[in-house]
């Protein structure tokens, strides 16, 4: 497995490679590890009065120096990274390298704010979904270190092509999560009691229009229709899974099911836009936002 981590010497990068140096198992038997630093391009117009060559070794001077602090914090030792320093801009960059190497991921740090309060990806990491394929996973800076080898992960589903992507990716790449992994389909439905507060009106004039027990009996249906195909998958793969079943708003339900339960979510996303909402979707984009857990998204 090729694992692309892009480092620019901030306490993202720094919480990217703590969290690999300690999760070791979740790199395959011989991982490649490639580090990358993005050092901004010069612009074309005022290319042509400076020597190429010597803005070059500038460039790659300053990204040695990145490599340089980093080793000097976190201990690499076991891992062999290779270090390349690249020029453009760093998104795009990113994106591109992980391409030319077919990197089969790229690992990142995000600073996870409520996605009221702004973008919680961040430029760079919105760039970087928007632009490659390649699976991307998000390291938060208070995600916390793992002190086991064991992983526990939940791939969330809701029925649509891109949770079929993100479930078919983790059993093509099931050495990542190591060997002692144990997984679990993760599907939301709502509550009875929203039914009830979204009808208020209803309710107050001619009761409710169904029944607790109609209503709790449509949903695990619609739960069951939701995680069947990636069931079918794991079963078909020689894999175990569970199926579970969480009740609520789905983005708070499973972000809150993840802190308490996972070492990792993993979700699919359309991968369209060059914005969070519209990268991830709404609903993905708030678990991401309010999770400590690791996510692993996976374009369709």
Known sequence: MRILVPVDGSNHSRKVLQFLAARR???GSSPTIDLVNVQHSVPAAVMQFLDLQAVRSASEAEGRKVFDAIKADVDLSGLEPEEKVILGDAGTAIAEEADRTEA???????RGLNPVK?????????????????PL???RNDTPVPETSDVKVGIAVDGSENGIAA???VLSNAEFFGPNATFEIIHATPAYHTLLSTSAYMVDTIGPLVTEKEFNDGQEKLFEEAVGPAVDLFRAAGLPCEARHLTGDAAVAIAEYADKNLDMLVMGSHGRGNFSSAVMGSTAMHIAAETKAPILIVRK
């Open 137 to 139: 996973l998000l390291i």
């Open 104 to 110: 089969d991921l790229i690992v990142m740090g995000t």
């Open 167 to 169: 479930v078919e990716y």
């Open 25 to 27: 198992t979740l790199l």
């Open 118 to 134: 702004g973008l919680f990806l961040g430029s760079v990491s919105t760039s970087v979904l928007a632009h490659t394929k390649t």
